[in-house]
Protein backbone atom coordinates (compact mmCIF):
# COMPACT_ATOMS: atom_id res chain seq x y z
CA UNK A 1 0.00 0.00 0.00
CA UNK A 2 1.13 3.42 -0.83
CA UNK A 3 0.86 6.22 1.85
CA UNK A 4 -2.07 8.88 1.30
CA UNK A 5 -0.17 11.51 -0.58
CA UNK A 6 0.61 8.82 -3.59
CA UNK A 7 -3.32 7.60 -3.25
CA UNK A 8 -4.52 11.71 -3.65
CA UNK A 9 -1.93 11.62 -6.33
CA UNK A 10 -3.58 9.15 -8.56
CA UNK A 11 -7.06 10.20 -7.39
CA UNK A 12 -6.26 13.67 -9.10
CA UNK A 13 -4.33 12.61 -12.10
CA UNK A 14 -6.36 9.67 -13.39
CA UNK A 15 -9.49 11.62 -13.60
CA UNK A 16 -8.96 13.28 -17.31
CA UNK A 17 -5.55 11.15 -17.90
CA UNK A 18 -2.97 13.06 -16.06
CA UNK A 19 -4.21 16.18 -17.09
CA UNK A 20 -3.63 19.13 -15.08
CA UNK A 21 -7.42 21.00 -13.49
CA UNK A 22 -7.67 24.49 -12.05
CA UNK A 23 -8.17 25.01 -8.77
CA UNK A 24 -12.38 25.97 -7.94
CA UNK A 25 -13.10 29.54 -6.33
CA UNK A 26 -15.78 29.66 -3.64
CA UNK A 27 -15.55 33.61 -4.19
CA UNK A 28 -15.48 33.62 -7.83
CA UNK A 29 -17.66 36.52 -7.48
CA UNK A 30 -15.39 38.69 -6.35
CA UNK A 31 -12.17 38.04 -8.12
CA UNK A 32 -13.78 36.53 -11.40
CA UNK A 33 -10.60 38.10 -13.18
CA UNK A 34 -9.25 34.99 -12.14
CA UNK A 35 -11.78 33.11 -14.78
CA UNK A 36 -11.93 35.44 -17.12
CA UNK A 37 -9.03 37.93 -19.11
CA UNK A 38 -12.05 39.74 -20.25
CA UNK A 39 -12.60 41.98 -17.07
CA UNK A 40 -9.09 43.40 -17.03
CA UNK A 41 -9.20 47.48 -16.37
CA UNK A 42 -13.41 46.95 -15.90
CA UNK A 43 -12.99 49.35 -12.69
CA UNK A 44 -11.77 52.83 -12.90
CA UNK A 45 -8.49 52.16 -10.27
CA UNK A 46 -6.05 49.62 -10.48
CA UNK A 47 -7.04 45.90 -8.53
CA UNK A 48 -5.07 44.10 -6.86
CA UNK A 49 -6.05 41.17 -4.76
CA UNK A 50 -4.20 37.84 -2.77
CA UNK A 51 -5.79 35.06 -2.24
CA UNK A 52 -5.81 31.63 0.24
CA UNK A 53 -8.08 28.99 -0.09
CA UNK A 54 -7.30 25.82 2.43
CA UNK A 55 -9.33 22.86 0.67
CA UNK A 56 -10.83 20.33 2.51
CA UNK A 57 -8.74 21.00 5.83
CA UNK A 58 -7.98 17.86 8.17
CA UNK A 59 -7.65 15.82 5.14
CA UNK A 60 -3.98 14.87 4.66
CA UNK A 61 -2.55 16.38 1.51
CA UNK A 62 -5.51 18.18 0.40
CA UNK A 63 -5.42 20.78 -1.88
CA UNK A 64 -4.13 24.32 -0.85
CA UNK A 65 -4.25 27.04 -3.44
CA UNK A 66 -2.67 30.88 -3.45
CA UNK A 67 -2.87 33.70 -5.93
CA UNK A 68 -2.17 37.21 -6.26
CA UNK A 69 -3.55 39.45 -9.13
CA UNK A 70 -3.20 43.08 -10.65
CA UNK A 71 -5.33 44.82 -13.44
CA UNK A 72 -6.06 48.16 -14.47
CA UNK A 73 -7.78 50.39 -17.13
CA UNK A 74 -5.43 52.46 -19.80
CA UNK A 75 -6.23 55.18 -22.50
CA UNK A 76 -9.83 55.71 -20.18
CA UNK A 77 -11.11 58.71 -19.96
CA UNK A 78 -11.67 60.43 -15.81
CA UNK A 79 -15.21 61.70 -16.82
CA UNK A 80 -17.98 61.09 -14.93
CA UNK A 81 -19.70 59.83 -17.49
CA UNK A 82 -17.61 57.03 -18.52
CA UNK A 83 -18.42 53.20 -16.99
CA UNK A 84 -14.87 52.93 -15.34
CA UNK A 85 -15.39 56.30 -13.11
CA UNK A 86 -17.66 58.08 -10.43
CA UNK A 87 -19.70 60.90 -10.12
CA UNK A 88 -17.53 61.92 -6.99
CA UNK A 89 -16.52 60.15 -3.61
CA UNK A 90 -19.82 60.68 -1.72
CA UNK A 91 -21.47 59.11 -4.83
CA UNK A 92 -22.88 55.47 -3.69
CA UNK A 93 -22.50 52.86 -6.51
CA UNK A 94 -24.91 50.12 -5.29
CA UNK A 95 -27.71 53.68 -4.86
CA UNK A 96 -30.48 53.37 -7.25
CA UNK A 97 -29.76 56.84 -8.46
CA UNK A 98 -26.88 55.64 -10.17
CA UNK A 99 -28.59 52.82 -12.97
CA UNK A 100 -30.60 55.76 -14.67
CA UNK A 101 -27.76 57.62 -14.81
CA UNK A 102 -25.78 54.56 -16.22
CA UNK A 103 -24.22 55.33 -19.34
CA UNK A 104 -21.72 52.62 -21.76
CA UNK A 105 -17.98 52.45 -21.80
CA UNK A 106 -15.78 54.88 -24.02
CA UNK A 107 -13.43 52.57 -25.58
CA UNK A 108 -10.25 51.95 -23.59
CA UNK A 109 -7.86 48.60 -22.73
CA UNK A 110 -7.22 46.99 -19.51
CA UNK A 111 -3.96 45.10 -18.67
CA UNK A 112 -3.84 42.78 -16.18
CA UNK A 113 -1.21 40.16 -14.40
CA UNK A 114 -2.24 37.21 -11.75
CA UNK A 115 -0.35 33.92 -10.81
CA UNK A 116 -1.86 31.05 -9.23
CA UNK A 117 -0.34 28.71 -7.04
CA UNK A 118 -1.90 25.04 -6.20
CA UNK A 119 -0.49 22.27 -4.35
CA UNK A 120 -2.63 18.45 -3.24
CA UNK A 121 -0.25 15.94 -2.28
CA UNK A 122 2.82 15.93 -4.09
CA UNK A 123 1.73 17.75 -7.16
CA UNK A 124 2.36 21.34 -7.44
CA UNK A 125 0.98 23.58 -10.39
CA UNK A 126 1.89 27.52 -11.01
CA UNK A 127 0.08 29.79 -13.29
CA UNK A 128 1.39 32.66 -14.31
CA UNK A 129 -0.52 35.06 -16.79
CA UNK A 130 -0.27 38.32 -18.25
CA UNK A 131 -3.95 39.36 -19.28
CA UNK A 132 -5.67 42.30 -21.94
CA UNK A 133 -8.84 43.54 -22.45
CA UNK A 134 -10.70 45.54 -24.73
CA UNK A 135 -13.60 47.67 -23.28
CA UNK A 136 -16.31 49.46 -25.56
CA UNK A 137 -20.22 50.07 -25.61
CA UNK A 138 -22.28 48.55 -27.79
CA UNK A 139 -25.60 50.22 -26.45
CA UNK A 140 -26.37 53.03 -24.47
CA UNK A 141 -26.14 50.92 -21.42
CA UNK A 142 -24.77 47.87 -22.56
CA UNK A 143 -20.52 46.95 -22.57
CA UNK A 144 -18.78 44.34 -24.10
CA UNK A 145 -14.93 43.83 -23.53
CA UNK A 146 -12.94 40.89 -25.19
CA UNK A 147 -9.81 39.44 -23.21
CA UNK A 148 -6.87 37.47 -23.49
CA UNK A 149 -4.73 36.20 -21.02
CA UNK A 150 -0.73 34.16 -22.11
CA UNK A 151 1.38 32.84 -19.83
CA UNK A 152 3.41 29.79 -18.81
CA UNK A 153 1.85 26.76 -16.66
CA UNK A 154 4.34 24.94 -14.73
CA UNK A 155 3.36 20.72 -13.37
CA UNK A 156 5.87 19.54 -10.54
CA UNK A 157 5.79 15.85 -8.68
CA UNK A 158 7.45 16.24 -5.12
CA UNK A 159 9.34 12.67 -5.34
CA UNK A 160 10.26 12.95 -1.74
CA UNK A 161 6.36 12.49 -1.25
CA UNK A 162 6.10 9.22 -2.53
CA UNK A 163 6.86 5.98 -0.29
CA UNK A 164 6.26 2.88 -0.85
CA UNK A 165 6.26 -0.49 1.33
CA UNK A 166 8.34 -2.35 -1.93
CA UNK A 167 11.39 -1.19 -4.05
CA UNK A 168 9.62 -2.08 -7.17
CA UNK A 169 8.61 1.07 -9.19
CA UNK A 170 5.25 2.33 -9.95
CA UNK A 171 4.52 1.97 -14.03
CA UNK A 172 2.95 5.10 -13.67
CA UNK A 173 6.14 6.97 -12.38
CA UNK A 174 8.23 4.95 -15.05
CA UNK A 175 9.20 8.02 -17.50
CA UNK A 176 10.83 9.62 -14.39
CA UNK A 177 8.58 13.13 -15.08
CA UNK A 178 9.27 15.39 -12.40
CA UNK A 179 8.29 18.27 -13.92
CA UNK A 180 7.02 20.18 -16.86
CA UNK A 181 6.64 23.61 -18.61
CA UNK A 182 4.32 25.19 -20.99
CA UNK A 183 2.42 27.47 -22.46
CA UNK A 184 -0.71 28.70 -21.37
CA UNK A 185 -3.40 30.53 -23.29
CA UNK A 186 -7.05 30.98 -22.00
CA UNK A 187 -9.21 33.70 -23.83
CA UNK A 188 -12.98 35.16 -22.37
CA UNK A 189 -15.98 37.71 -23.78
CA UNK A 190 -17.75 39.98 -20.65
CA UNK A 191 -21.04 41.54 -21.26
CA UNK A 192 -21.92 44.00 -18.36
CA UNK A 193 -24.41 46.95 -17.64
CA UNK A 194 -25.65 48.58 -14.43
CA UNK A 195 -27.61 45.45 -13.31
CA UNK A 196 -26.52 42.56 -14.42
CA UNK A 197 -23.16 40.55 -16.18
CA UNK A 198 -22.52 37.90 -18.48
CA UNK A 199 -19.26 36.07 -19.02
CA UNK A 200 -17.99 33.00 -21.58
CA UNK A 201 -14.45 32.23 -21.03
CA UNK A 202 -11.67 29.43 -21.41
CA UNK A 203 -8.72 28.36 -20.00
CA UNK A 204 -6.06 26.08 -20.95
CA UNK A 205 -6.87 26.73 -24.78
CA UNK A 206 -3.38 24.59 -25.21
CA UNK A 207 -3.60 21.42 -24.51
CA UNK A 208 -0.60 19.47 -25.46
CA UNK A 209 0.83 15.76 -24.59
CA UNK A 210 4.06 15.48 -22.27
CA UNK A 211 6.05 13.74 -25.54
CA UNK A 212 5.06 10.34 -24.32
CA UNK A 213 2.34 8.43 -26.51
CA UNK A 214 0.57 6.78 -23.89
CA UNK A 215 -2.33 7.88 -22.15
CA UNK A 216 -1.50 6.11 -18.84
CA UNK A 217 1.57 8.49 -18.32
CA UNK A 218 0.93 11.96 -20.65
CA UNK A 219 1.00 14.89 -18.64
CA UNK A 220 -1.19 17.40 -20.00
CA UNK A 221 -3.79 20.44 -20.02
CA UNK A 222 -7.06 20.24 -20.99
CA UNK A 223 -9.52 23.10 -21.84
CA UNK A 224 -11.81 24.38 -18.94
CA UNK A 225 -14.81 26.55 -20.07
CA UNK A 226 -16.48 28.78 -17.84
CA UNK A 227 -20.21 30.37 -17.84
CA UNK A 228 -20.63 33.40 -15.13
CA UNK A 229 -23.69 35.36 -14.69
CA UNK A 230 -25.13 37.58 -11.92
CA UNK A 231 -27.75 40.27 -11.89
CA UNK A 232 -28.58 43.20 -9.51
CA UNK A 233 -32.06 43.21 -7.42
CA UNK A 234 -32.28 46.61 -5.03
CA UNK A 235 -34.03 45.51 -1.74
CA UNK A 236 -33.77 48.92 -0.24
CA UNK A 237 -31.91 52.09 -1.44
CA UNK A 238 -28.87 51.03 -0.14
CA UNK A 239 -29.22 47.14 -0.04
CA UNK A 240 -28.50 44.87 -2.87
CA UNK A 241 -28.95 41.26 -3.56
CA UNK A 242 -27.01 39.78 -6.34
CA UNK A 243 -27.59 36.11 -7.15
CA UNK A 244 -25.05 34.54 -9.52
CA UNK A 245 -24.09 31.49 -11.29
CA UNK A 246 -21.01 29.83 -12.31
CA UNK A 247 -20.77 26.51 -14.89
CA UNK A 248 -17.63 25.13 -15.44
CA UNK A 249 -16.89 22.45 -17.87
CA UNK A 250 -14.13 19.95 -18.22
CA UNK A 251 -13.55 17.58 -20.48
CA UNK A 252 -13.87 13.82 -18.85
CA UNK A 253 -15.46 15.52 -16.26
CA UNK A 254 -18.80 16.15 -14.72
CA UNK A 255 -20.02 19.44 -14.59
CA UNK A 256 -19.65 21.76 -12.18
CA UNK A 257 -21.85 24.35 -11.09
CA UNK A 258 -22.19 26.76 -8.17
CA UNK A 259 -25.49 28.88 -7.17
CA UNK A 260 -24.61 31.82 -5.27
CA UNK A 261 -26.26 35.13 -3.68
CA UNK A 262 -24.71 38.30 -2.47
CA UNK A 263 -25.99 40.84 0.33
CA UNK A 264 -24.54 44.24 -0.29
CA UNK A 265 -25.14 46.58 2.45
CA UNK A 266 -24.04 50.19 1.15
CA UNK A 267 -20.72 49.76 0.27
CA UNK A 268 -19.30 48.80 3.27
CA UNK A 269 -20.23 45.18 4.25
CA UNK A 270 -21.57 42.14 2.48
CA UNK A 271 -22.94 38.80 3.28
CA UNK A 272 -23.71 35.78 0.73
CA UNK A 273 -24.09 31.84 0.71
CA UNK A 274 -23.98 29.40 -2.29
CA UNK A 275 -23.67 25.81 -2.72
CA UNK A 276 -21.97 23.45 -5.81
CA UNK A 277 -23.18 20.75 -6.73
CA UNK A 278 -22.52 17.36 -4.95
CA UNK A 279 -20.32 19.19 -3.34
CA UNK A 280 -20.69 21.85 -0.40
CA UNK A 281 -22.71 24.72 0.60
CA UNK A 282 -20.80 28.28 2.05
CA UNK A 283 -21.08 31.06 3.49
CA UNK A 284 -19.06 34.65 3.13
CA UNK A 285 -18.96 37.93 3.99
CA UNK A 286 -16.88 40.76 3.01
CA UNK A 287 -16.03 44.14 4.10
CA UNK A 288 -14.95 47.13 2.53
CA UNK A 289 -12.42 49.04 5.55
CA UNK A 290 -11.91 51.89 3.36
CA UNK A 291 -11.29 53.34 -0.22
CA UNK A 292 -7.96 51.77 -0.09
CA UNK A 293 -8.40 47.86 1.29
CA UNK A 294 -11.26 44.88 1.56
CA UNK A 295 -11.29 41.74 2.62
CA UNK A 296 -13.57 38.91 2.58
CA UNK A 297 -13.69 35.49 3.95
CA UNK A 298 -15.71 32.25 2.72
CA UNK A 299 -16.20 28.67 4.52
CA UNK A 300 -16.96 25.77 2.79
CA UNK A 301 -19.33 22.74 4.35
CA UNK A 302 -18.53 19.73 2.84
CA UNK A 303 -21.39 17.54 1.91
CA UNK A 304 -19.74 15.12 -0.14
CA UNK A 305 -18.39 11.85 0.70
CA UNK A 306 -15.47 13.49 1.77
CA UNK A 307 -17.62 14.88 5.17
CA UNK A 308 -16.57 12.02 7.11
CA UNK A 309 -12.59 13.40 7.32
CA UNK A 310 -12.99 17.05 6.21
CA UNK A 311 -13.26 19.83 8.25
CA UNK A 312 -14.56 21.60 5.32
CA UNK A 313 -12.81 24.39 2.94
CA UNK A 314 -11.27 27.98 4.29
CA UNK A 315 -10.80 31.21 2.14
CA UNK A 316 -9.46 34.42 2.76
CA UNK A 317 -9.06 37.22 0.00
CA UNK A 318 -7.62 40.70 0.50
CA UNK A 319 -7.92 43.65 -1.50
CA UNK A 320 -6.20 46.86 -2.58
CA UNK A 321 -7.83 49.25 -4.19
CA UNK A 322 -4.47 51.76 -5.93
CA UNK A 323 -4.58 54.89 -7.93
CA UNK A 324 -8.52 55.60 -6.72
CA UNK A 325 -9.18 58.54 -8.09
CA UNK A 326 -12.77 59.02 -7.04
CA UNK A 327 -12.14 57.37 -3.16
CA UNK A 328 -14.70 55.01 -3.72
CA UNK A 329 -15.05 51.99 -1.85
CA UNK A 330 -17.35 49.30 -3.18
CA UNK A 331 -16.12 47.99 -6.24
CA UNK A 332 -18.76 49.33 -9.42
CA UNK A 333 -18.56 47.01 -11.97
CA UNK A 334 -17.82 43.29 -9.65
CA UNK A 335 -20.15 44.39 -6.95
Excluded at 46 to 68: C, H, M
Excluded at 207 to 212: F, V
Amino acid sequence: MKNIYFLLFLGLLNLTAFAQQKPQYTQYIFNNYLINPAISGIENYIDVKAGYRNQWTGLEGAPVTSYFSIHGPIGKSDMSSSVTSFGGQENNPLSRSYVPNYQASSPHHGIGLFGVFDKAGPINWMDINATYAYHLGISAKTNLSVGIAAGISRMAIDRSKLRFNDERSDPILDDNIEQQLKPDLAAGIWFYGPLYFIGLSGQQLLPQNSGNDSPSTGLKQVPHFFMTAGYKFFATEDIAAVPSVILRKVRATSNAIDFNMKLSFRDRFWLGGGYRNKDSFSALAGFYFSNFVNLSYSYDFTVSELANTSKGTHEFVIGFLLDNTYKVICPQRNW
